[in-house]
């Protein structure tokens, strides 16, 4: 590209790279943006992109980048507001993808501190490279200093993987074609996704548990017709007003009000106590207010008793917890440190090759993920 900054060089690769054959075939946000005006996409769309945004956001800057393009990829509107992919998407996404897979290659040795644009600069120098993952731990998403990189044809490929060797900062890379990493690490796959699967269904067994033991105790606590909804109560109001006043009428058990409300719930001792005591007690005034009652039923009803559930569940959480940690200050004897001796074996520890992917250009990997590759 003549008579390009550098600047312009990097916009105009990071635009072609989310309009590119790999990223719109695979990104749905983009592709929905595609689909709302004949392909068109405004740049004030296109500026909310984390990398693109890093070099600028000057809408005139990235259209006097992207007219100096020689790709022929992308169009401009007449207003200058709008850009779009002038090449329609590869028609047989199947075949397309097997190719990209065929033109891959794994590369391990880089250091971690690597940028996904020294990457770039690092490969290019060996063919038109389309895509670089950076793979990543999941934990801290630091570089691993391994990659999965595609280049344009088979052929840059093959020079590549044909060369004797390849360093980096003298380290001498490790290089495998993308099919044979993935058949060499298909086992340990494999048992992730098992061991993924197992814990999820672990997960979902106890939740549906605790839901099934909370309804459980809701059948069992809750009292059916025992909640009055109170309202128009005066301002200076308070629960001990509220339950001498209600206890004239029947045995009061709490009242759920806080000062400076002007509505809240009476909840009595005994199944249908509030219906009798607002059938029998006709007018109820507080000081001068007339209250407003009513007799929580059917769905509001339940769902109030679930709330109380909830609050019921939560305190008594904080109690055991806060007894653990008055435990834990003076300590049982024979604790020791505590853990397993050796903890638990994960992901990290069978090997580094495993881990999260950053997409081709620095971009949330999101739905653009490789799945194999990063499970």
Known sequence: MTGTSELEEKIIKQIEYYFGDIN?????????????????VPLETMIKFNRLKQLSTDHQVILDALKKSTSELLEIDEENKKIRRAKPL????????????QNTVYVKGFAPE??????????????????????????????????????ETNEQMKAFMDLEEVKHDDNVLQRELQEDYLKRKGPQFEKFKEAKAKKEAQKEEKLKQKQEAEEAYLKEQQVLGAILHVKNLP????????KELFDNHAKVKYVDFNKGQIEGFVRFNEENQAKQVLEKAGE?????????????????EQNYWREIIRRLSESRSKS???????RGRGGPRGGGG???KGGNRNKRDLDDDEGDQENGNGEEA??????????
């Not at 075939?25 to 005006?37: A, G, P, R, V, W």
């Not at 996404?93 to 990209?100: A, G, I, Q, R």
């Not at 490969?123 to 595609?150: D, N, W």
């Open 24 to 40: 719109l075939s695979k990104d749905k946000f983009l592709q929905e943006e595609t689909q709302k005006e004949s392909g068109w």
């Open 90 to 101: 590869p028609e047989n996404l199947s075949e397309f993808e097997t190719n990209l897979k």
């Open 114 to 151: 690597m940028t996904l644009d020294e990457l770039y600069g690092f490969f290019e120098q060996h063919g038109k490279v389309l895509q670089i993952f950076m793979r990543r731990l999941p934990a801290t998403k630091q570089f691993k200093g391994s990659v999965f990189v595609t280049f």
């Open 235 to 242: 301002s200076d109001a308070t629960r001990e007003s509220l």
């Open 284 to 300: 109820i005034k507080l000081k001068d207010s007339v209250l407003e009652l009513r007799v929580l039923e059917g769905e509001e």
């Open 320 to 326: 055991k917890s806060g007894n653990r940690s008055r």
């Open 338 to 340: 505590g853990g397993r």
């Open 366 to 375: 999101s739905n653009k993920k490789q799945k194999t590759e990063d499970e």
